[in-house]
C-alpha cells in the first residue's frame, strides 16, 4: 500500500540541504561499495534517526510489548541532554527525525520541546500517537512546535471494535485530539503537521475500512491509511486479529492448511 502527498513530500524536499545530500550520496556509495567488495565500508552519517521519547504507554494492546509491560530492554524516559548532544553531533547531515516506537511520545514532558530543537535545525520530524493527551493546548503547542508528521493510531470507529485491540483506550478521545490538531492548524494557518490516520487493519474492525474513511474526511485529516498487523503468534491466533481480507493480512494459509507469513 502506498502513499503520496505533494504537500509533505515538498515540505521534506525543502529540507535537504548540499551537506544532507553529500552525505547522502557518500552513504549510497559505501552502500554499493559494500556489497561489490563483501568488505564494510562506512561513509558518511545516518540521513534518518529514530529516538523513543519513552517505552511508557497508557494502552494495553496485545501484540505490543508496550502494551504488555514485556520490554526485555532497559525502559523509561528519553533524557533531553543525550538528544540534545546527539542532535548537535549529526544535525548537519540529518534530514529525517522520528520520534516514536513502542511508546507513547506524549508521556514524556519534555517531548514537544525535543520536536522545537530539531525542527529549529530545519529536520523533518514525524511522531506517532493514541492521540489520548491531544488536549486544546497540547494541540495547539504541537503545531507551534513545527513537527512535520503527526500518525494518529485509530483502529476503530466504535468504542466496542476500538478497544477490542486498543486496550483501555477512550475513542472519543482520540476524535477529540484529531479535531484539536485540525483547528489549530488552520488558526495558526499552518501546513504542518502533516495529519493522517493510521488504521490497523485486524479482524475486529476490518468491516469499518469505509467508515474510518468518512470520518477521516468529516474530521478533515490530510490522509486516511491502512497498515497490515504483526501477530506474534500467527498460526493460532488467539486473540483473533488476522484478518479475512486478503489485502491487508500479512499471513496466507498454506496448502497443508496451515497459516503462514507471505513472501516478501
Not at 195 to 220: R, S, Y
Not at 238 to 249: E, G, R
Amino acid at each position: 500500500m502506498a502513499y503520496f502527498n505533494w504537500n509533505d513530500s515538498i515540505n521534506l524536499i525543502g529540507k535537504c540541504s548540499f551537506t544532507r545530500l553529500w552525505n547522502a550520496a557518500k552513504l549510497f556509495s559505501s552502500y554499493q561499495i559494500t556489497r561489490l567488495t563483501g568488505k564494510p565500508i562506512q561513509w558518511g552519517y545516518p540521513i534518518s534517526l529514530s529516538f523513543e521519547p519513552t517505552t511508557s504507554c497508557n494502552l494495553r494492546c496485545p501484540e505490543c510489548p508496550s502494551g504488555l509491560r514485556a520490554f526485555t530492554r532497559p525502559t523509561g524516559m528519553l533524557e533531553k541532554n543525550f538528544f540534545k548532544d546527539t542532535i548537535n553531533e549529526i544535525h548537519k547531515e540529518l534530514l529525517y527525525l522520528i520520534f516514536y516506537f513502542q511508546g507513547e511520545p506524549y508521556l514524556n514532558p519534555g517531548f514537544l520541546e525535543m520536536v522545537k530543537y530539531a525542527h529549529d535545525k530545519n529536520i523533518y520530524t514525524a511522531t506517532s500517537t493514541n492521540a489520548h493527551y491531544l488536549t486544546d493546548s497540547k494541540a495547539k503547542e504541537t503545531v507551534e512546535s513545527g513537527l512535520d508528521r503527526l500518525i494518529i493510531s485509530i483502529d476503530g470507529t466504535t468504542q466496542e471494535v476500538y478497544e477490542q485491540y486498543r486496550i483501555g483506550g477512550n475513542l472519543e478521545k482520540v476524535l477529540e485530539g484529531a479535531r484539536n490538531i485540525v483547528k489549530w492548524k488552520k488558526a495558526l494557518n499552518s501546513k504542518t503537521p502533516f495529519v493522517f490516520f493510521q488504521f490497523l487493519v485486524v479482524k475486529p474492525n476490518e468491516h469499518q475500512i469505509d467508515t474510518i474513511k468518512k470520518i477521516g474526511a468529516e474530521i478533515g485529516v490530510d490522509q486516511v491509511r491502512f497498515k497490515t498487523a504483526q501477530v506474534y503468534d500467527f498460526e493460532n491466533d488467539p486473540n483473533h486479529l488476522v484478518p479475512s481480507i486478503n489485502k491487508y493480512s500479512r499471513y496466507k494459509i498454506g496448502a497443508d492448511g496451515k497459516r503462514r507469513v507471505k513472501a516478501a
